[in-house]
């Protein structure tokens, strides 16, 4: 009889597990499953004696001429048997009829859902809000049928999905806690180069303050002197030979047309200096646990000054500001946020060439390359008549580069908003995070080939 079996139902086979290490990236065909496809026309008994002969087999797949039809697992069928009076009915009846009466909800699942979200869709089978596929606790047992992309089914036991799951939850756990320490260490890294270059600029900004403030003096004395020899001239009929000789020396008509210049450009130098100090101070600043107004063009002209000695006269620039009230955040965080994205933009265009040369067909027209700063305040209108419209603040950093593709973009977005957490946190994803989680505010990014990229930010107005 069992020879009568194996001639109408193929044995089944057991795909090997990949080789590679499971990540959080994981899916479920890296894992074993079982391939077993049993036509409907077959008897009870005949599918008993199978799964007598494979114990290792959580249930098969049912098939009418070749088509997937369901599933039924092994705990559902030995149900059915339990019953004496129903053993001798069920095992004389096609496995159509089988089905009819042990069918329960068959949880689906493409090959490429990953292990996490697989885990996930199993536990929640028997809290189904409806009720014909609604299952019971015991059902949580019943194994996995799998589409996979050949467009054939297998079923992958529970079991192994809850091993699979513990432990990429304890990569995850130990991911977290590796994560939680790296950013304390960066955190007080942080702190600790705050403190160092408030110090620094304090050391900096007092000299500096010495000679801005005695710059004035040093001017007014100059041309005092000035004054006084030239009163010497009118008063003496001769210029004594020797003096004549000294003035020819030191290029006194020289001196007198040039020290002006010179005072005014060191006192130039000085207020460079002082607000270079003053931008690095800002930018370094050490938050608060409470927010404070912020004046965004601040924050911006402190960056542009920051990031001027890298751009050079390479890049442009330009800054279209609107008059705009403080907003409540936290100075530190902004300041980042702004040399991230001033600095992303800046990448972006020193990156155009090199994509140009690799592309001759580009149609990138051959202007200068820059950035374009933008600010502006708007209201949004709100569908509920109880809540007053809502005012944001925009700012629009925008560069001319050689953009990115849409597929590109919406993976970027995608990175951002689902804050992965197998991999290292970008600049980027931290700007996104402390402007939309911290702030309150939106963070969008628009791009396309040739045009270059956009990015906006809205931070609202309380």
């Not at 028997?126 to 019943?142: I, K, N, V, W």
């Not at 100090?277 to 370094?284: G, H, I, R, Y």
């Not at 600095?343 to 990138?364: F, G, I, K, M």
């Not at 600010?375 to 603040?393: A, E, F, G, L």
């Amino acid at each position: 009889m069992l020879h009568q079996i194996h001639e109408r139902i193929l044995p089944p086979s057991l795909s090997t597990a990949s080789d590679v290490d499971l990540s959080l990236d994981s899916r479920i065909e890296e894992l074993p499953m079982y391939s077993s496809a049993v036509e409907i026309s077959f008897t009870g008994e005949e599918l008993g004696k199978y799964l007598d002969k494979y114990p290792q087999l959580p249930g098969v797949i049912l098939v009418e001429g070749g088509i997937y039809y369901g599933m039924i697992s092994r705990r559902r069928f030995l149900e059915l048997l339990i019953n004496p009076q129903c053993k001798e009915f069920f095992f004389q009846q096609p496995l159509s009829v089988i089905y009819s009466y042990a069918r329960t909800a068959i949880l689906q699942l493409p090959a490429n859902t990953h292990i996490l979200k697989a885990m996930q869709l199993a536990l929640r089978r028997c809290s189904s809000g409806d009720p014909l596929l609604r299952t019971s606790p015991e059902a949580l047992t019943e194994p996995i049928v799998v589409q996979n992309s050949d467009h054939t089914y297998s079923l992958l036991d529970i079991q192994e999905l809850h091993l699979a799951a513990w432990l990429l939850q304890g990569i995850e756990t130990q991911i977290r806690y590796e994560r939680s320490q790296v950013q304390v260490i960066q955190n007080e890294k942080m702190a600790s180069l705050g403190r160092l270059v408030d110090g620094i600029t304090h050391e900096i900004l007092d000299p500096v303050g010495f000679i801005w403030g005695n710059l004035t003096y040093v001017s007014n004395y100059s041309q005092d002197l000035l004054k006084l020899i030239d009163a010497y001239e009118q008063e003496l009929p001769e210029i004594p030979e020797d003096i004549s000789l000294l003035k020819e020396e030191i290029e006194f008509d020289f001196l007198e047309k040039d020290l002006s210049q010179v005072l005014s450009s060191v006192k130039t130098g000085a207020e460079r200096l002082k607000k270079m100090v003053t931008s690095l101070q800002n930018f370094c600043h050490l938050d608060a646990i409470y927010q404070k107004p912020i004046d965004i063009h601040s924050c911006i002209d402190n960056i542009i000054l920051l990031i001027k000695s890298r751009v050079k006269k390479e890049i442009q620039i330009i800054t279209n500001y609107d008059v705009l009230p403080p907003v409540l955040g936290f100075p530190g965080e902004l300041h980042q946020v702004f040399m991230t994205l001033v600095s992303y933009a800046v990448d972006n265009l020193l990156n155009t060439p090199s994509r140009h040369q690799l592309n001759p067909e580009s149609h990138l027209e051959k202007e200068q390359p820059k950035i374009e700063i933008t600010t502006s305040v708007i209201s949004r209108d709100m569908t509920n008549d109880n809540i007053p419209d809502s005012r944001w603040i925009v700012i629009c950093i925008a560069d001319n580069g050689a953009g990115i593709s849409e597929a590109e973009q919406q993976e970027i977005l995608a990175l951002l908003a689902a804050g992965k957490k197998s991999e290292p946190e970008t600049s980027l994803a931290l700007s996104y995070r402390i402007i939309t989680t911290r702030h309150g505010g939106e963070f969008n990014l628009r791009s396309q080939l040739g045009q270059g990229t956009e990015i906006e930010i809205l931070l609202p107005l309380l």
